[in-house]
């Protein structure tokens, strides 16, 4: 049974930290690319970033120089280390983990930044 757990989210003021983890269990953890995706209220689930399972990273504009996500495949675990929020990342943030066709989610996690 493939699990993805999100933990981290919460509230915290603009100009702020958080780090989401996301816990992968089921599956080869490795040989799996992951990605971090969030959902703003009314709008579509967007991808923030991705690992390749070779560790090659990749960032939406909004982002970068902001957020910074890696993985511990001895753990299986994917992290996202958010820096400098705004308001405008306020979301439910996903993990996802990919390979080929093969697509699993987890539940997500809420952030919100606010004063």
């Known amino acids: 049974q493939v699990q993805l757990v999100e933990s981290g989210g919460g509230l915290v003021q603009p100009g702020g930290s958080l780090r989401l983890s996301c816990a992968a269990s089921?599956?080869?953890?490795?040989?799996?690319?992951m990605a971090w995706y969030r959902q703003a209220p009314g709008m579509e689930r967007d991808c923030v970033t991705q690992?390749?399972?070779?560790?090659?990273?990749t960032y939406t504009n909004s982002v970068k120089g902001r957020f910074t996500t890696s993985r511990d495949n001895a753990k299986k675990m994917m992290y996202l280390q958010m820096n400098n929020l705004k308001p405008e990342d306020t979301a439910v943030y996903y993990c996802?983990?990919?390979?080929?066709?093969?697509?699993?989610w987890g539940q997500g996690t809420q952030v919100t930044v606010s004063s």
């Open positions: 996802k983990a990919y390979r080929g066709w093969t697509n699993y």
């Open positions: 690992i390749t399972s070779g560790h090659t990273t």
């Open positions: 089921g599956i080869p953890f490795s040989a799996y690319g």
